[in-house]
Structures are given as structure tokens and as C-alpha cells.
């Protein structure tokens, strides 16, 4: 049983972190803010999302795993909030260019 | 330990990149990765305590104080050149920090083994202060001198930070008015976001006298809340001459004081608790003193008042 | 547990306590009330400090206290000895004396709060709190702490005018002594980690000369002296302390570059007394002899004269490690090491109401003329009597001439530098107090020139305030009345030296 | 060698790149970053004390742990006072620079 939920942890955290991986190269090869932010939301979603997936087959116990799933949610909201407003000002930015 | 080595060259890598940045918001940014290894750093020191306050206070309050400050100077980035030091000084100063560096070096090499600690004495005595969580004990009990005059260092910064403001705008509003949020996104997420970091924030207060955690975490917590706010236009920072905030700012050290004094009757010495009471006459102590640091913090970030009362 | 406070270690606590909770108060109460709480806590504080120094005089030991009945090394000790005495009256009297005399230039308005005065008054009691904490900690760390209250106190103190000059100078200063604290601190932690305290006394019987011991006694006096403006680390004071209000310029001058040299001393004849280092104390000796060649050089080339006084505190910082070379020698016990000590506490003491003096007096013909040219003093003097004879006291200490304090230090640095075959400091001492005659009576000249026309000035100067610069030069005088020999409240709590007759 | 003292050397390396930094940038605000940086560096070698002091049930001597908070805390009021009285003295003259001819005016 517990082996059975390492391999998932492993499988789920190295999946996370190709996504994280993806992200940073989107980040630093991809030519506007648009695009950037695009890869950068994939990092933060399915990333960190899988990374707290496969840690939640390692918490120990219920609210342990409610933690976890907390940190996910916050970091969504402040990747959502953070896109949205990046994305405004470069719009701004280049509409007064 | 391969992750430690890793762990430690990338702190010194960000470092290293903070230094040599030539933009000064680039290297701001590198600041704030560079606290968050270091707390990263903290956790493998087995001290979660600091972890919390490194991550909260070291990087992100601090990080943010950064960051305004350098968008505020973003104008001034090309006047820089012209005073930079000649190639001799520069070469000087790097000889002299690379010796700094190899004898601190050696000096943690060289340390006694086994090394000394007061981890012994600190634990016995954990019973008579009540207190679950070292940490917060030496803050609380052992060394409670030190934090007591801590908390009158920060109100002491704010004073300073708040005389520097021009005396026709003296007893206005501290900091600039955040633009209008034109979306309504941020003011979503701070209604969403701010009830939830309150309640983090006294709950990384609360859990400090048995886990990792305490006022200064819980207070940096509750100061971003406070600045998340006043950025999402949901609240403004009072004016600086409001009595009722001049009390809040007060309350913590005055309470530490007053309690600190009481112990020469009820413990004979001064910051002295009788053992009986001890844990509740801390967090008496504790509850304002977390809310003093978090107005304080709060409002060192906001700077001085920039803008007048009506 | 043993008996973990000396009776009357209260009084230790009530040092700090009385002028931080006035601080505190003065922000509650806002600057309409700031100013009274400062005429409360004054002259209270007084009484604390004399009670302090009575206690040590009666029992003749050093008074402690364990905060919180946690003894060391888990606690933190509040400790004074003769020494600490000395200094918590000095501060007492300097502050109460600037205090009174700041009345007229931070006074309290009606009905609205004044930005100046409400932090004036409240930095002046936070100073003060400040101050005691550094003269009674008896911990490392919690020195570090007072440090950086007393920094945060004093920084804003400067750019209190809000000029850009002064705002630049405080920036600066504030830089030193940031870079101060960060090397203090690493001196801390090596300690710590090689010793397990940071108690002082506890530190003293473990302490021995090895790397560790080394490299973070280096760290910490390398730190205080950038907080201390020792030379080549004075760049900053000179615009700080000039460009400061004239009773901040007093407070800073004379009492707060007075603290990281009171721990240095704390650091190399408390913490070290069982590692004495020749070599380590004549490079402080050689930088203070720098300091006073460069700083009275300087001083004399100087047109304005807050600056001019500045830079003589450059010089006078200087005197006070030439008591390092002179007091530690190999051999403890030489019988004149306590001489050249004594002598340098006496420097530090008088230089504090002497320089506080001269600030003040500054500040007072300054107000009076509108500027502080030192070319354009022609007749002052008639105008102002009594604050140029307070400015001529004040120098008269500088100089090193009887009847003075600064006579008596220099006197007695001079004698051990002789005696013990050192002479190139007596020929330090001697040139620095011929420099300091030079740019004292370079500006009496000027103000006692004889003009045909009366100076006209720009507003008028209460005698009350020239009364108090006079009377704080007169403590600087005073103590030239002391004998000459080493002061037997200085030598509570030092180990035993033996004691000899200078005359 | 330990974890420990890979961080203590790791603490000794930032205090001096953080020294250099401090020493060579001209601007105010790059030599609080810098300040900044050493005192990471600083607060780590009180970590590696306290980790080497690991003993009676406890992960680390809690003493230089509570030690480095005070001097988080300390550190951030210093840091916000200078940023004040940098962006005060911006606001004044227009520039972000301490000259060397401020010290003669």
C-alpha cells in the first residue's frame, strides 16, 4: 500500500515539476508579457498542482492534507490575480506607446 | 546533503546575481528569491521559527518595501554611472570581503566540538514559563528585555520615518493613494483574501506558544493584510495624528511594561512571572504586543505622511 | 538560584523604564504634552542616576540585576560598575541641561501638534533610555539592542529641519552605523558559537586568545568604531552633527558617539582583560593620534562654525583611544595603566559638556546673526557676552588648559605616556591641544574683535538659555577640580590595579 | 562536514559578497539591498550555532534562534527608515545619490 502511494507521489511531483520546468522556459524564451504570462500560469496550476497532489498521498493526516490543498488554492488565486493585473498594465503600457 | 549543496549554491548564486544586477528593480527581485531560499535554508536548520519570520518579514515585507522604493527612484537609474568607484577601489574592496569571507570561513571550522549551547537550560526551564515552543520562551521569558526593547526600536523607526515628513502635511496621511482599481480585481481578491491572511495571522500568533510561529510572524501577516488593503483601496491608512491610532501603536510595549513592572510585586523582579500564571500573563502580553508590531510594521512600510488631513 | 539581584539593582531598571515609558507617552499624548512629560522625566531621571551612583559609592561593588530572575547565560544581566555610574550622571545632567535649553527652539504649540517638537522630545527621552541601557547592559546582544535604539533615535534628530543637506547627512550616517551594527553583530555570533554566552562577565572567565576571540573582537570594534566616527570612519559625522538643530548637535556630539566607545572599552578591559594585545591597541592608538591631527587640521580650515565644532569632535573622539596603547599593557596591574584609563574616561566625560557647550553657543549666535560664518562674528561678543564666554569655556577643556576637565585627562594621558616610555602619544596630545588653541581662538578673535559699528541682530537671545550653556561648560570646568589621580569611583568593579599619586 | 557548516561557510561567503556590495554601489538603495544581504548572511551563522547546539530533546539551541527574529525584526525598521530618508531626500533634490560633496556643504 504505502508503496503503491511513493510511486504515485513520484509520479505526480515529476509530472508537477516538468510543468514547473516548461513554465520557466516559457518564461524566458517567449516573446511578449502575454505569451510569458501564459506559460508561467501553466507553472502555477497544473505545476504546483500536481506537486500538492502527490504530497497529499504523503500527509499524514486530514488536516495536514486540508493545509496543502489551502496553499494551493491561495497560490491559484494569487497567480490569477497577479496574471490579471500584469496583463493590464503591459496592455496599458502598449497602448500608450 | 546533495540538496543542501544545491540549496547553498543557489543562495549564493542569487546573491551573488543581486550584487551584480544592473537593474536596481531586477536586483530587488533577486532579493526577495534570495529570502525565500534562506527560509528554505531555515527549515533545513531545523529552526521554523525563524523560517516563518525570514520568509514573512525578511523577504516579503521587506521585499515590498523594496520594490516601491525602486519603481518611487525608477527615474533616477542613469545618473548612476557617473559615481561609480575607480577599478582600484572596486579590486580593493574585493580582496578585502574575499578575506572577510575565508576567515569567517575558517572560524566555522574551527568551532569548539562539541559546540555550546544553552538548548539544556533553555528546555528545563520551558516548565516554569508555561511555554510549549523554546523559541517563543527566550523571546518571552528568558530574554524578554531584548523583544521589549524591540518593540519600542520599531515605534522609534516609525517616529523617525514619520519626522521626516514636510511640516505643512505633519499629522495627515501616511504614503500615496493606491490609483482605482479599474476592474475591480484586485478589490475582489483582497475581500477574498485579506479575512483569510487576518485569520492565518492570528492563528501563526496564537500557535507560537506551543509550534512554530508567534507575534512577529503572526504581526508581519497581519501588517501585509493591512497593506493589501489600503492597495486594493478597501481601507486607507488613518492619519498619523489619530489618538486611537497613537494607542494601538503604544498598547503592546506599554502592556509589556506594565506587566514587566507588576512582576517586581507579584514575582519579585522585574519581567518576572509567577510560575502559576506565567503562560497567561504572556499572552496578555502577547495579544497587544502583536497588535502594536502589525500597526507598526504596516505603517513603516506606508512611509511618512504625503498627503494632508482634509 | 542565588541571590540574582544586588540590593537596589531596581534602580538599574527605573534607569531604562522612566525615560522609554516617557517616550511612549509623549507619542500618546501628542506634541502638545511631549515637552511636559520630558520636564517630569528629567529631573526624576536625575534622582534615579544620583541614587545609582550613590549606591555603588556606599557599597562599593557593582550593582546587578538579573532581569526577570533568569540568571546568565540564559538571562541577560543589567550590570554597573564605577564606570557606568559615571556615565548614567553625565547623561543625566547633559540631557536635563539640553533639555532646558531646547525649550525655546522646540516649544510647544497651541492647540494643533508641531511635527519638530513632538519628535524632538520624544527622541530626547528615547536617547536617554537608550543611553542607560548601553551603560548597564551587561549583554552582548542586548547592547546590540540599545545600539540600534540609540541609532534610530539620533538618525532623524538630524534631518530634523527637512533640508536636503541634512537629509543627505542623515542618510549617511544612518549607512555607517547600519554597517556598524552587521559587523557587531557578527562579532556576537562568533562568540556565541565559540563560548556559549554573551554575558559579559561570563565571557571574561571563558575567553581566551584564539581565532574565534580574535576575529570577533576585530568584527565588533571595527563596527563601533564606524558608529563611534573614529578616523578614516568620520565622514559622516561632520555634516550629521553640524547640520543637526543646535541642541540635537549637542546631544549627538556630546553624549551619543560616547556609547560604541563605552562598549569598545566594555569590549577590551571586560570582556579581553585576560588576552591584553600590545599590537592591537597601539593601531587604536594610532588611529585616534590620526583623528586629532586630521580632525583639528580640518577643524581649522573650516568657514562655518557648527561645522568647525564638528570636526574638533573628529579630533576629541581621537583622545579617547589613546588610552588603549597606554592602559593595556602585558604585565595587568602596571600602576599606570589606571592612570592613562582614568584619564580617558575623564576625556570622555568633560569632552561631553564641554562640546555640548560649545553647540549650544553655536546655536545661540547662530540664531542671533542669521548664519554661522566664522568670518562674519566681527562684534558678537559685546552683543552676546555670556554665550561667547560659554563658547571660550568649552574650548578652554579642548585645549587641554587648567582649570578644565580636559586639562586633567590630557594631563593624565600625557604622565602615563611618559611613563611608560610611549612619548610619541605626549607628542600627539601636546600638538592636538596646540590645534585646538588654534581654532578655538580663531573663532574668539573674530568674536571679540572690536568694531566700530554694533552688530544687529536677528532676534533676540534670552539670558536663561546663555546662563544654561555656561553652566554646562562649567561642569567641564568643574572637573578640573578633581585630583590627580585616578578616581576612586571609576575603579568600582575593575580589577585591582594599584594606584599612584600623579603628583 | 556537516549541513551545518556547509551553511556556516555558505553565511561566511554572504556576508562578504554582500560587504562588496555595499562597498562599490553608489546608490543609497542598492547598499540597503546590500545591507540587507550581509545580514542574511549573519542571521545564518546564528542559525548554524544554534543547529550545532542541537541537544536535550531540542533541533537547535532555541537561544540564537529567538536572537535572529530581534534581529529580522531590527534589521526590516532600519531598512524601512533608510528607505525613507532616501526617498525624502529623492523627493527634495531629484537624485538618488549620496555625493561625496554632501559631506563638505
Redo the contacts between chains.
Sequence with gaps: MSLALDVLTILSVSTGAFFFLAGTVGLLRFPDAFSRLHALTKADNLGLGLVVLGLLFQAGGLLAALKLVGAWLLALLAGATITQLIARTARTDRSTM | ?AF??GL?IL??GV??W??AARD?FA??IG?VA??LL?AL??V????P??AL??AA??SG??GG??LG??T??AR?QG??AI???SAI??RA??V???L?????????????EP???????????LAATGLGN??T???M???????L??T??????L?????????QL??GLPGRRYPVDR?G??TF?AQ??VP?GILVGIYIFWVGSIAPG?E?QGATILAAMWIFATMARLADSPAV?R?WL??V??VG??VF?AI??A??AI???????PEAHAKLLILTIEVPVTLS?AAT?AL??G??PERALR | MPNSATAGGFLLVLAIVLPIAGALLSLVLGGRHAERVALIVMPTGVVVAVAIAATIWRTHSVLQYFVGNWDPPLGVAFRADGLSAVMIVTAALLICGIGLFARTQFPTPRGVEARASLAFWTLLLAIWGALNAVFIGGDLFNLYVALELLTFAAVPLVSLDGSAETLAAALRYLLFALLGSILYLLGAVLLYGAYGTLDIVLLSSRINAEPAAWAAISLMTAGLLAKAALYPFHLWLPPAHAGAPAPASAMLSGLVVKAPFFIVVRLWFDVMPRVPERTAAQVLGLLGAAAILFGSVVALRQARLKLLIAYSTVAQIGYLFLMFPLAIMPETGHPWNSVAWTGGILQAVSHAFAKAAMFMAAGLIAEALGHDRIAGLSGIGRALPTTVFAFGLGGLSLMGLPPSGGFVAKAMLLTAAVAEGQWWWAVVVLTGGLLAGGYVFLVLAKALADTSQPVTLRSRISQSRQTLAVAVALCAVLLGFVPLRPLELLQIGRPNTAVVDVR | MTDATLYGLCGAALVGLGLFGLIVHPQPLRKILAFNLIGGGAFLLFGVVARRGASAGLDGDPVPQALVITGLVVAFAATALAVALLLRLFQETGRATLRSDDSQP
Excluded: H
Design positions: 546533503m543542501d549543496i547553498a543562495v549564493l546573491a551573488a543581486t550584487i536596481t536586483a530587488v532579493f534570495y529570502g534562506l535554508v531555515w533545513r536548520l531545523a529552526a521559527d525563524v519570520t525570514e518579514l525578511g515585507l521587506t518595501l523594496l522604493a525602486s518611487r527612484l533616477t545618473s548612476a559615481d561609480k568607484p577601489i572596486r574592496a574585493a578585502l570581503c574575499t572577510v569571507s575565508a576567515g569567517l570561513g575558517a572560524i566555522v571550522l574551527l568551532l569548539p559546540a555550546p549551547t544553552l538548548a539544556p537550560q533553555a528546555a528545563a526551564n523554546p523559541v520562551a527566550v523571546l521569558a528568558y530574554r524578554a528585555i531584548d523583544t526593547l524591540e519600542v526600536v520599531l515605534l522609534l523607526a517616529v523617525g520615518i514619520w519626522s521626516l515628513a514636510p511640516d505633519w499629522g476592474d480585481v484586485l481578491v477574498l483574501l483569510v508567534g512577529f495624528s489618538r497613537r494607542l501603536l503604544v510595549p506599554a511594561f514587566g513592572l512582576g517586581f514575582a519579585g523582579g522585574f519581567l518576572a512571572y508590531i510594521l513603516l512600510v512611509g511618512p
